[in-house]
Nanobody, 123 residues
Framework: QVHLVESGGGLVQAGDSLSLSCVAS????????MAWFRQVSGKERQFVAAQTTAGPTYYEDSVKGRFTISRDFAKNTVKLQMNRLTPEDTAIYYCAADHSGIPLMAEKSYSDWGQGTQVTVSS
């Protein structure tokens, strides 16, 4: 059974940085697409970033140049480094995994999810 656990959320000020981490168990990291999504209360879950097993990364337009997704296959972890945060980045951030993750940016493409970690950015 796949188990994803996020950590690293918190309350920061606009312009600050924050690093999220997701530890995966029950899966072979090298065979899974890993991604980050976020959700604001009352809205649909939104794609943030993904990294395929081959290494290429993909980002939602509003986070390009500010967020970086990275994976440590040996430790079965995926991180999301978030820089120059704005209040619009405030959301619950979820880690997701799937064998194919196709299409990458679609919530329905991912079969396994973490419980989420809250990120709040004050102005």
């Amino acid at each position: 059974q796949v188990h994803l656990v996020e950590s690293g959320g918190g309350l920061v000020q606009a312009g600050d940085s924050l690093s999220l981490s997701c530890v995966a168990s029950g899966l072979a990291a090298g065979k899974y697409v890993m991604a980050w999504f976020r959700q604001v209360s009352g809205k649909e879950r939104q794609f943030v970033a993904a990294q395929t097993t081959a290494g290429p990364t993909y980002y939602e337009d509003s986070v390009k140049g500010r967020f970086t997704i990275s994976r440590d296959f040996a430790k079965n972890t995926v991180k999301l480094q978030m820089n120059r945060l704005t209040p619009e980045d405030t959301a619950i951030y979820y880690c997701a995994a799937d064998h194919s993750g196709i299409p990458l940016m679609a919530e329905k493409s991912y079969s396994d999810w973490g419980q989420g970690t809250q990120v709040t950015v004050s102005s």
